[in-house]
């Protein structure tokens, strides 16, 4: 039976806590499954309940939160401009000027 990705990466994590390589290996597995929170909760808990490993684990979360923040940006979806507003503004005006043209054209001509 095969575990959790993230479970056998937190396994890695907890076996040589001081490789960086382990942590960053982690975090790209829970981006890549798109479960960052739970990285935050693994690393929230070992900060909470090994002292040795509450400096590390509270810089990680730091990581985290930042790595959560940028991809929050890159979802942000940009403001509409006016610009496609203001030129359906135009065509629409346009468009009403002719019809009221050609009606009076019709009444004129009738």
Not at 4 to 24: F, K, L
Not at 62 to 86: C, F, G, M, W, Y
Not at 95 to 104: F, I, N, S, T, V
């Amino acid at each position: 039976m095969s575990l959790d990705p993230i479970d056998e990466a937190w396994a890695r994590v907890e076996a040589d806590w001081d490789s960086e390589e382990a942590h960053r290996r982690f975090v790209a597995v829970c981006v890549a499954l798109d479960r960052l929170p739970e990285a935050g909760k693994r690393y929230r808990h070992a900060r909470e309940t090994d002292p040795a490993r509450s400096e590390g684990a509270a810089r990680h979360i730091e990581t985290l939160i930042t790595l959560a923040t940028q991809r929050l940006q890159d979802t942000r979806v940009a403001p509409a401009t006016s610009n496609h507003k203001r030129t359906l503004t135009w065509v629409a005006f346009t468009m009403m000027l002719l019809l009221m043209g050609a009606g009076a054209w019709l009444l004129i001509r009738g």
